[in-house]
């Protein structure tokens, strides 16, 4: 069936605008064969949950083949499937069920590395110094006086030097493990070859690309030193990272690539889109990234980053909304993803953080943009604190004792036992093992209960989806949001007086009253507040309370108005 018509809402080419994007962490999704691993049939069997959770499109991470030393962002082929997730057969059965529900899917691309298996790194690394083979990716001499020290003073994203010696004496650079060699985009065949790559997967189908450390495929020429490491400062390079300028990140020639990308997708039918993960130094850089002639957004991390405080959900509301007006383009709301840990956890962990993290659902859901779920959050889930070290498989938890397992833990389906459905019925255990104590955390056990993180999410989405307020892509400066007066340690604001669908006349209401717009007030303070003032509760993520009944908003508690 044709998307249009199972869902008006990913029909028009800029769906990507307001869309609310699932991102599936596809090994721990959905088992289909009982390997204790997720998989294409997997997701494939449980599209009318994402349906009916009211999402709009998936983002899958890397499923490409891959010795998964950093969980598939290592691809040894970018054209085929890895076999622990199933084939093309399956990957095409499962983009077509889901274009008939209606569901958009968006795949990643990592384009800044290769796998240490892939066949142009075996080659350079059978080729000689100063061989064609090896000018694909970054190799030099070494400093010192037998080239024995790295030849600069780079660090890996994932701890120690970003070089590791050959035994022939040359250097390759890897931002991230020795596993994961940086590409030389300065090479024609590089770009020739990522080139078509995307149009491999647009024709598959693919609505969409998340592109992975999009910042980093170009590097400063001559790759200068940055003067200083974690040895000599106690600080390391990465903390830079969105804050400050690193001679391998954003510079300014990985704007060509983009620029190239951009006509291949707009080549193609149906609002064929990509967001980048994407780090600057400032707003004004991030904007770049996004335009007409490059990419179509770009993660908006600082709301994610920001702490528990109304302030500082304000500032990086506010920041947001000012990027959005430089691009002329709703901006992304994330909380969590499979690099961070869960933000129940980051918020307190147990009941507070549980509570905090349905208000921030309800606050990201009312902003204005598109907004990207991660697997999990919808059923409340924590992040696994208690995994055994022996079983953690994230590369940098052995350079840097910090590790991305726990939210990676496989989502819990039905059943008092781990591992919770993932699998058919006589499953191994999981690939990381589900902790005791999650039966009542399961999509099944939620599932009905209108008091469960599930049917809030589910509630939640579906007003998002019909309200004219939330659903419509922000007119003009694509901001459409108002802030109100609300006191200490409460955010409270008013949509949809300017989405170019309302004719009521503006923030001070019309002959309609507020029927076009809606409220969004999220308690910080410390204290029970009163919402008198505000319309009819649409949705509130704990009941409100206080006399007369109904009107006082508890702490860490969040809710949605029709304003009178
Ligand atoms: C991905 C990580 C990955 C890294 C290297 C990041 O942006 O989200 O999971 O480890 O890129 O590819
Ligand atoms: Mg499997």
């Avoid at 035994?167 to 300065?186: C, E, I, K, V």
Wanted: aromatic share 10%.
């Amino acid at each position: 069936m044709d998307p249009a018509q199972a869902n008006p809402r990913t029909a028009r080419d800029d769906w990507w605008r307001t869309a609310a994007v699932y991102q599936v962490y596809v090994r721990s999704f959905a088992d289909s064969d009982g390997d204790g691993i997720g998989d294409l049939q997997g997701i494939r069997s449980r599209l009318p949950y994402l349906r009916d959770l009211g999402v709009d499109a998936l983002w899958l991470t890397p499923f490409y083949r891959s010795p998964m030393v950093d969980g598939g962002y290592d691809v040894a082929d970018y054209r085929e499937v890895d076999p622990m997730f199933g084939d093309l057969t399956d990957f095409d059965e499962m983009i077509t069920d889901a274009h008939g529900l209606g569901l958009r899917i968006i795949v990643d691309i990592v384009p800044n590395h290769t796998s240490d298996v892939h066949p142009w790194f075996v080659a350079a690394l059978a080729a000689a110094p100063g061989s064609a083979e090896r000018d694909r990716y970054m190799f030099r001499d070494g400093r010192g006086e037998h080239g024995e020290e790295p030849p600069n003073d780079w660090e890996s994203i994932f701890g120690g030097p970003a070089w590791t010696r050959l035994p022939d004496g040359q250097w390759y650079l890897h931002l991230f493990d020795p596993a994961q060699p940086d590409l030389n985009w300065r090479h024609p065949e590089v770009r020739a070859e990522f080139e078509q790559i995307l149009r491999f997967w647009l024709d598959r189908g693919v609505d969409g690309f998340r592109i992975d450390v999009a910042h980093g495929m170009i590097k400063a020429d001559g790759l200068p030193d940055i003067g200083w490491t974690s040895a000599t400062t106690g600080r390391r390079q990465i903390e830079l990272l969105g804050k400050g300028r690193l001679p391998y990140f954003d510079q300014d020639e990985v704007h060509d690539i983009y620029r190239a990308w951009r006509p291949i997708l707009d080549s193609y039918p149906g609002g064929r889109m990509a967001v980048a993960e994407a780090w600057a130094e400032t707003p004004q850089r991030l904007a770049r990234y996004i335009g007409p002639d490059e990419l179509h957004q770009a993660f908006n991390f600082d709301f994610l980053d920001a702490t528990w405080s109304a302030d500082s959900f304000h500032k990086v509301i506010d920041t947001a909304l000012a990027e959005a007006a430089i691009v002329g383009a709703p901006t992304t709301w994330v909380l969590s993803n499979h690099d961070k840990q869960r933000h129940v956890t980051r918020y307190g962990d147990g009941e507070v953080g549980l509570r905090r993290a349905r208000a921030a659902a309800l606050l990201m859901f009312a902003l204005p943009g598109s907004t990207y779920l991660y697997q999990g959050e919808e059923l409340g889930l924590p992040e696994v604190l208690d995994l055994p070290d022996h079983l953690r498989q994230d590369p940098a938890f052995g350079r840097t004792g910090h590790s991305r397992d726990g939210c990676r833990v496989p989502l819990p389906w039905s059943g008092e036992d781990p591992p919770y459905g993932f699998g058919p019925a006589g499953s191994v255990e999981s690939w990381l093992p589900a902790p005791a104590g999650w039966a009542p955390l399961t999509a099944q056990a939620q599932d009905g209960d209108p008091d469960s993180t599930l049917e809030l999410y589910r509630r939640a989405l579906a007003i998002r989806a019909e309200h004219p307020a939330l659903r419509d892509a922000p007119a003009g400066d694509g901001t459409g949001l108002t802030w109100l007066e609300a006191g200490p340690g409460v955010l409270a604001f008013r949509r949809g007086d300017d989405g170019g669908t309302d004719t009521d006349g503006g923030a001070a209401g019309g002959a309609d009253g507020g029927a076009h717009a809606l409220i969004c007030v999220v308690n910080l303070s410390g204290a029970p507040v009163p919402v008198d003032g505000y319309g009819v509760p649409l949705i509130t993520s704990a009941p409100l309370d206080g006399p007369p009944r109904g009107r006082l908003l508890p702490v860490d508690a969040a809710a949605w108005f029709r304003p009178a």
